[in-house]
Nanobody, 127 residues
Framework: HLVESGGGSVQAGGSLKLSCAAS??????????MGWFRQAPGKEREGMAT???????TYAQSVMGRFTIAKDNAKNPLYLRLNSLRHEGTGMYYC?????????????????????WGQGTQVTVSS
């Protein structure tokens, strides 16, 4: 239902912009929070950035100041701008959404807060 794009290979210090589009009919899928998650090889999925329906944004401390999440209501509803990428930024990046009430905050960075997931887009950062 959610389709990510924009991943690729980049050198450390470089930038990427990820996009997430809704495919099909997900009623009210984004009426709660939407977010971006990263899963590195052999590690658990972790929240990078989220945005609530009122525009409130929440970032993991590791990406604060370098990543920017944005949302619009057009064809690609969610973006993630990744600046100053580091080698540890390598992983599969997933878009997630949920229609439950959500006001952002640290709980919105938990994977369990989301019902809808994309298939992911790979980001590889070389040092």
């Amino acid at each position: 239902h959610l389709v990510e794009s924009g991943g690729g290979s980049v050198q450390a210090g470089g930038s990427l912009k990820l996009s997430c589009a809704a495919s099909g009919d997900i009623d009210g899928y984004d009426s709660g929070c939407m977010g971006w998650f990263r899963q590195a090889p052999g590690k658990e999925r972790e929240g990078m950035a989220t945005i609530a329906n009122d525009g409130t944004t929440t970032y993991a401390q590791s990406v604060m100041g370098r990543f920017t999440i944005a949302k619009d209501n057009a064809k690609n509803p969610l973006y993630l701008r990744l600046n100053s990428l580091r080698h540890e930024g390598t992983g599969m990046y997933y878009c997630a959404a949920d229609n439950r009430e959500c006001f952002g905050g640290v709980n919105s960075l938990l994977p369990t807060a989301y019902s809808y997931w994309g298939q992911g887009t790979q980001v590889t950062v070389s040092s």
